[in-house]
């Protein structure tokens, strides 16, 4: 990221780019976190959850068990997540491609949805995600 500077005296009117400090960017970045909270195999895992991430690339951040085989491409349903009924509501519906593909989930609840298919934002403060055991 470059930004426009006036060097030297007034008399002098040059104009230079200098760089700005990826340091900076990177700070404003890992501000913009929520803690959530993964339950997988009756233990539960407190992470941050970078804003605009989606749950599955949270989840692979953390070394958390939830597969995503096809990369969050919706081709798949092993990102399979099972959250509270009012942070389902809260949630816009799903897509019919993610029904689809949720059919094929194990264990699946009235209150399931894909990993994939849920971003990260500043409400879902203190979001818990059970991800289910095939056990």
Request: contains cysteine; glycine residues 6%; hydrophobic residues 40%.
């Amino acid at each position: 990221m470059w930004r426009l500077v006036r060097a030297g005296s007034p008399i002098v009117h040059r104009l230079r780019f200098v760089p700005v400090t990826p340091v900076l960017v990177s700070r404003r970045r890992s501000l913009c976190t929520v803690p959530i909270v993964f339950v997988s195999g009756g233990e539960e895992v407190s992470v941050e959850a970078e804003v605009g991430k989606s749950i599955l690339e949270v989840a692979h951040a953390n070394d958390i068990e939830l597969e995503g085989a096809c990369d969050g491409s919706l081709a798949c349903s092993t990102c399979h997540v099972i959250l509270e009924q009012e942070q389902y509501d809260a949630l816009p519906p799903p897509e019919e491609e993610e029904e689809d593909m949720l059919d094929l989930a194990f264990g699946l609840t009235d209150t399931s949805r894909l990993g994939c298919q849920i971003k990260i934002d500043d409400s879902m403060k203190g979001m818990v995600l059970k991800v289910p055991s095939e056990l």
